[in-house]
């Protein structure tokens, strides 16, 4: 008794009630990861008890941090018959077609916010004009370069959009910030808002993008979509002449998205429907048979792996730049026992040993898979956007560093939307791309939020521009709130983290210090949770906050183990003989950036990774082996 309340006694008072939902198992993993989190530890640890507390934490999540949003009551079906991505995202789930597909709920991390704060407390104009709006351009230095921030938003249009409602809001300045602010009022419509039919969270919203990693980006989110991006010959998509994406009588690209585009953005569509119309070429090669159909249906799995390779063993390892992450993001894939011996034996020993990708069935915890509004949350990342794009001159020869001179700057406005397809068809594909490599992106930090993007001309969902111009930096402020999305403390105690209990623990920055005070007063519970992601100190090698960490650390796996193509289906059977080794033997973007530019990363990329900035350092050569390694 007395050692039960002395170990109650140990953990931070606001957490103490998720103690008494969980089992005696899961509260003994608790207090070992509340114990690493009070010491601030986890991430100080060698390689393999990092990893440790990786997974504690992640099996916590994965009981305590997943929450159905409505029922989906699809049918049972004939999964050898779909052995393919659908258009619509129908058909994946191995006993319920629905679950997964365009136009589904949003699940949850957490319940909706509990306070009772309101919508306009403080002002969401305020909010973004005294903590968020850029001052000055902070970049990530050599880490992250503008074609990871191009990815992101690539990856993000290839889950989530939330269904917008007919009905508008309007936002007003208030008085005391209107004369700094671009639109000193703006309206946008509102999130669409259902009955959900459950009697615990009864309101939810719809995804209008199929959540699952499909490649729904180039493919479409249903049969209309997909039908425009296709050629019905040899399973190909349409690829304009010059490499770029085709566009329609209106100026609006053909491809699988078209919201909010820029040339980035469009870039990477056109680089992997040539990846797609290069792997049907091969397909056809080896399997003569195929036909249209079937050359589709096969370089989608493969395009959408390969895909969702990258994202896992490249992008994401240079976002959270430290050795426990790269051993984690290959054990996802991988398994503990590393590509070789998988490759060897396929994945015979479980998740842990063999990894996620290929496990006899897909996983979901109890809950079908859908992604959540949390995670939608954390990654609003506006401020990875610069102001301009650097654009260098490919004529001139490089430095022995592979630097190349500045040819023109041109700003972010001239680049987004129609006229940024313009600026891109002008400026080609490979010139854009090397620019992008050399130029780092912005930093996920406070005053950072891109001046641009307060007076924005959004896109509806067809790519079309919006009359009414929003301010985005605001918006998102609002959108978290109107969503329910807890602000940034009770977050925190949601995700098992220690609240923070004064402005102090949150940021060592002074100046930061000042403005929240400014803005919230003392009272940490209001802080907003976009507000808190930015100014939070980051773990050395993050780009992003530990926060934001925890939603990716389950939803990164999650994305892997519910989908029946990455699991079930992930083998040769599915994908082919010839499609598995295409897979197999993709690791990075830049080997895809080699297959298509044979000599552009030879000639100015210095670097390891094709996110980093590329006249930067490659990584140093390291001798100990990962798992042996002390903290980064
Ligand atoms: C030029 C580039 C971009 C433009 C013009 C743009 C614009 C927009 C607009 C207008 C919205 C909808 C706002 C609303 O009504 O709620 C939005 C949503 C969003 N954007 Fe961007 N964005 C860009 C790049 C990015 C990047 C780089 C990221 C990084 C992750 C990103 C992440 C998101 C997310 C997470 C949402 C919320 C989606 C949802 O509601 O489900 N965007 N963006």
């Known amino acids: 008794m007395a050692f039960s309340f002395s170990l109650a006694a140990f953990i931070h008072p606001q957490l103490r009630h998720v103690v008494a939902k969980m089992s005696l198992f899961d509260t003994i993993l608790f207090y070992v990861v509340h114990l690493l989190d009070k010491f601030d530890l986890w991430h100080r640890?060698?390689?393999?008890?990092?990893?440790?507390?990786?997974?504690?934490?992640?099996?916590?999540?994965?009981?305590?941090?997943?929450?159905?949003?409505g029922e989906v009551n699809g049918k049972k079906y004939d999964t050898e018959e779909f052995s393919y991505r659908t258009a619509d995202g129908t058909c994946n789930h191995p006993a319920d077609h629905l679950v997964g597909s365009h136009g589904t709920f949003f699940g949850r991390n957490m319940?909706?916010?509990?306070?009772?704060?309101?919508?306009?407390?403080?002002?969401?104009?305020t909010v973004a004009t005294k903590l968020l709006e850029r001052r000055k351009c902070t970049d990530c230095g050599s880490q992250f370069n503008m074609i990871a921030c191009a990815w992101v938003q690539f990856m993000i249009h290839d889950w989530n959009d939330h269904m917008e409602d007919t009905e508008q809001v309007e936002l007003r300045a208030p008085e005391d910030v209107a004369a700094g602010c671009p639109?000193?009022?703006?309206?946008?419509?509102?999130?669409?808002?259902?009955?959900?039919?459950?009697?615990?969270?009864?309101?939810?919203?719809?995804?209008?993008?199929?959540?699952?990693?499909?490649?729904?980006?180039?493919?479409?989110?249903?049969?209309?979509?997909?039908?425009?991006?296709?050629t019905f010959k040899d399973g190909k998509l349409r690829v304009s002449g010059d490499g770029l994406l085709e566009h329609d009588d209106n100026g609006i690209p053909i491809s699988g998205d078209v919201r909010n585009n820029w040339a980035g953005f469009s870039l990477l569509q056109a680089l992997f429907m040539k990846e797609h119309?290069?792997?049907?070429?091969?397909?056809?090669?080896?399997?003569?048979?195929?036909?249209?159909?079937?050359?589709?249906?096969?370089?989608?799995?493969?395009?959408?792996?390969?895909?969702?390779?990258i994202h896992t063993l490249d992008w994401t390892i240079e976002l959270v730049k430290t050795d426990t992450l790269v051993a984690g993001m290959r054990i996802n894939w991988y398994g503990f026992l590393g590509k070789r011996i998988k490759d060897l034996l396929g994945p015979k020993f479980g998740p842990i040993l063999s990894g996620l990708v290929g496990f006899k069935r897909p996983r979901d915890h109890g809950t079908p898979y859908s992604l959540?509004?949390?995670f939608v949350s954390v990654y609003r990342m506006h401020s990875l956007l610069p102001e301009k794009i650097v654009l260098r001159d490919l004529k001139s020869?490089?430095?022995?560093?592979?630097?190349?001179?500045?040819?023109?700057?041109?700003?972010?406005?001239?680049?987004?939307?129609?006229?940024?397809?313009?600026?891109?068809?002008?400026?080609?594909?490979?010139?854009?791309?090397?620019?992008?490599?050399?130029q780092s992106c912005g930093a996920a930090t406070l005053w950072n939020y891109p001046t641009w993007m307060r007076n924005l001309v959004p896109h509806d969902i067809d790519g079309e521009e919006r009359p009414d111009l929003v301010d985005m930096a605001a918006l998102e402020?609002?959108?978290?709130?109107?969503?329910?999305?807890?602000?940034?403390?009770?977050?925190?105690?949601n995700l098992l983290m220690i609240p923070?209990?004064?402005?102090?623990?949150?940021?060592?920055?002074?100046?930061?210090?000042?403005?929240?005070?400014?803005?919230?007063?003392?009272?940490?519970?209001?802080?907003?949770?976009?507000?808190?992601?930015?100014?939070?100190?980051?773990?050395?090698?993050?780009?992003?906050?530990?926060?934001?960490?925890?939603?990716?650390?389950?939803?990164?796996?999650?994305?892997?183990?519910?989908?029946?193509?990455?699991?079930?289906?992930?083998?040769?059977?599915?994908?082919?003989?010839?499609?598995?080794?295409w897979v197999n033997k993709t690791e990075t973007l830049k080997d895809v950036i080699d297959r298509h530019f044979p000599e552009m990363t030879e000639k100015y990329m210095r670097c390891t990774s094709a996110f980093a900035v590329w006249n930067s350092d490659p990584n140093p050569r390291r001798y100990l082996p990962l798992y042996l390694r002390p903290a980064t």
């Open 111 to 125: 319940p909706p916010s509990t306070s009772s704060y309101g919508l306009l407390e403080p002002h969401p104009v």
């Open 277 to 309: 119309n290069a792997i049907c070429d091969m397909l056809k090669e080896h399997y003569p048979e195929f036909d249209d159909e079937k050359l589709y249906r096969h370089a989608r799995l493969i395009t959408s792996a390969v895909i969702a390779k």
């Open 477 to 493: 402020i609002y959108r978290d709130r109107e969503r329910g999305i807890p602000r940034y403390n009770e977050f925190r105690r």
């Open 372 to 374: 959540t509004e949390e």
């Open 500 to 581: 923070i209990s004064k402005w102090e623990d949150l940021t060592d920055d002074e100046e930061v210090i000042e403005a929240l005070r400014e803005v919230y007063g003392d009272d940490v519970e209001k802080l907003d949770l976009q507000v808190g992601l930015h100014a939070e100190k980051k773990i050395k090698g993050f780009a992003i906050s530990e926060t934001a960490f925890n939603i990716f650390l389950l939803i990164a796996s999650r994305r892997l183990e519910a989908d029946r193509f990455f699991t079930t289906n992930f083998n040769a059977r599915t994908y082919t003989e010839k499609g598995f080794e």
């Open 183 to 230: 639109l000193k009022s703006f309206k946008f419509f509102k999130t669409r808002k259902l009955p959900t039919g459950s009697p615990d969270l009864k309101f939810g919203h719809l995804n209008s993008r199929t959540p699952w990693w499909d490649g729904s980006v180039i493919y479409g989110n249903n049969k209309e979509g997909m039908i425009r991006v296709r």
């Open 397 to 438: 020869t490089t430095s022995e560093d592979k630097s190349l001179p500045i040819q023109e700057e041109i700003p972010m406005t001239e680049m987004i939307g129609k006229e940024g397809e313009k600026s891109l068809s002008k400026i080609g594909i490979e010139q854009m791309l090397v620019s992008m490599g050399h």
């Open 45 to 69: 640890l060698p390689v393999l008890l990092g990893l440790a507390y990786l997974g504690l934490r992640r099996h916590l999540h994965q009981r305590y941090n997943l929450l159905r949003v």
